[in-house]
Structure formats: C-alpha cells, structure tokens
C-alpha cells in the first residue's frame, strides 16, 4: 500500500540556521507533491508544489527538492525564525486523480 | 475576507444523532473537499466535490453525505454519530490541478466531539 513517512520526531533548531524536514514515500510515483505548514488549532496552509519533471524549488527562504529515484522529497528553510515553529506536512499526488495524500507532519521548533 | 469557512468551529453532540457542518469559498475555486483529522494528526480525504464528479473515498462510511447546492458550498452530513466519528473536519478548496500554483485552501476546521 502507499505509505508517506515524515520524521514524528520534533526537529530542534537554533534561529538563523537551516531547517531540512524529509519525505519519504513507497509504493507511489506522485505527479507533484506539495508541502504545507499546520499551525495548532488550524487548517493547513499550502506552501510549495514541485513536479515530477522539477528537480528543486524555491520560494523565498524555502527550498524544496525532488528526487523520484530516491522516492524522497527534502524542504529546506534557511535563516529560521522562531515563526517557523509549526508542522510541516508533505503530500504527493498520482496523475489520475490529482488529489493530494498527505504525510503525518513533523514538527519543527525554531528556538530563539 | 476568509477564503474558505466552515462552521460551527466545535461541535460536541450524543451518539446517535444527525449533525451538519457547512463550508463556504469564496475563491472562486470549482472544486471543493472534506478531509478528517484524526487523533493521530493524518490528514486523510473523504469526498472531493466539483460540477462535474463527486469522488468517495471508499473508505468512508456511507452515514457520511456531501451535499453541493452550489459551486461555493460543499456541505457535510452526518447521520448516526458514532464515538469513533470524533475529530477535526477541513474543508478545502483548489483550482485547476494544471496551475503551477496549484495548491489547497484549507478552512480552519470543526472540531466534532461525540459524547
């Protein structure tokens, strides 16, 4: 079955360094995968979309990569802010039906 | 302006009962969705809605129902609560998948508690 693996554990980090949260799927050949951020008690807030054509992405201090060999998405954040603290979830989705299937969410603590 | 709103926000009710929740876009989006939030933080898709097709996740349970009467709303029903219903409901909303922007808009959730 297709299976999404983000890291559970929090991911620790010192403001100004670079945040690298992992996304690793099986059984799957995603179309696109897109990554959002989910802050408590909120929906979730589209960031990024990078196709299986695309090898990297960018959007101001986020970067996301693309590997369809490795089966693995990297989202990159540099010069953190403690406002970055939040859970970042990952979703690939197939060609057919263009509907995202979303990873579990690591969370990420930016400390000051 | 909030781009995407559901209500009510919390919804606690018995067993056994019938609930509604509505959504409500304004982006103009032509294709609409309801997704659960469990306890275990998985985002998973129950219907995804646009003039055209209604698509079921097979899994849902059918005392679950979409209703649409119009392209802006995509409401949920529930019949017969169950204990096991308990968690966030998002509605979402998107436009064409070939947008390079193509991304979901999220409301910001009901939280259903069935007592």
């Known amino acids: 079955s297709q299976k999404i693996e983000q890291n559970s554990e929090a991911l620790n980090i010192q403001e100004g360094k670079t945040a690298t949260l992992t996304c690793n799927y099986t059984n799957y050949s995603p179309a696109y995968l897109q990554w959002y951020r989910q802050d408590p008690g909120r929906g979730p807030v589209f960031l990024l979309l990078?196709?299986?054509?695309?090898k990297e992405k960018r959007k101001e201090r986020l970067k996301v990569t693309f590997d369809t060999t490795l089966k693995q998405s990297l989202f990159h954040i540099t010069a953190s802010q403690p406002a970055d603290s939040a859970t970042y979830l990952c979703?690939?989705?197939?060609?057919?039906?263009?509907?995202?299937?979303f990873g579990r969410g690591t969370s990420l603590i930016v400390h000051p | 302006d909030t781009a995407v709103s559901q209500t009510p926000k919390y919804l606690v009710t018995q067993m056994g009962n019938d609930k509604s929740i509505k959504c409500e876009q304004n982006?103009?989006?032509?294709?609409m969705y309801w997704y659960k939030q469990d306890s275990k933080k998985f985002l998973k898709i129950m219907f995804s809605y646009n003039n055209k097709e209604l698509i079921i996740n097979e899994t849902v349970p059918n005392r679950f129902s979409p209703k649409s009467p119009d392209k802006a709303h995509l409401n949920l029903h529930i019949n017969s609560l169950e204990l096991g219903d308990s968690a966030v409901y998002f509605c979402?909303?998107?436009?064409?998948?070939?947008?390079?922007?193509?991304?979901?808009?999220f409301g910001s959730g009901t939280r259903l508690t069935v007592v």
């Open positions: 990078i196709r299986e054509n695309e």
């Open positions: 982006l103009g989006h032509d294709t």
């Open positions: 979703a690939p989705a197939s060609g057919g039906s263009y509907i995202p299937t």
């Open positions: 979402a909303s998107s436009q064409d998948p070939g947008r390079e922007d193509y991304g979901y808009t």
